[in-house]
């Protein structure tokens, strides 16, 4: 069974940055799509990005330009660039496993704990 580990959360000024960080352990992911979610207060939770195993990628219209997803698949790891952050990236972010990047928006095979991001204004 996946264990998926976020970090690199925090609190940052509009127009910051930050990196997240998914770890995976209990099983190799090299094969699988990898995702992030984010869940705002009173919001229900909503894609961001995945990655296929294959390094294809997808992104919400409203992080385009603004985020990029990558993985280290040696590492086991995925990471989100965030860029030019506002206000309304404000939420908890999860990481997710999936079949491939249409099954992981509707049935994720496994999820993080989540790290929150805060951008002020």
């Known amino acids: 069974q996946v264990q998926l580990v976020e970090s690199g959360g925090g609190l940052v000024q509009t127009g910051g940055s930050l990196r997240l960080s998914c770890a995976a352990s209990g099983r190799t992911l090299s094969a699988y799509a990898m995702g992030w979610f984010r869940q705002a207060p009173g919001k229900e939770r909503a894609f961001v990005a995945a990655?296929?195993?294959?390094?294809?990628?997808d992104y919400v219209d409203s992080v385009k330009g603004r985020f990029t997803i990558s993985r280290n698949s040696a590492k086991n790891t995925m990471y989100l660039q965030m860029n030019n952050l506002k206000p309304e990236d404000t939420a908890v972010y999860y990481c997710a496993v999936g079949n491939d990047i249409a099954n992981i928006k509707v049935q994720a095979r496994a999820w993080g704990q989540g790290t929150q991001v805060t951008v002020s204004s």
């Open positions: 990655i296929s195993w294959r390094g294809n990628t």
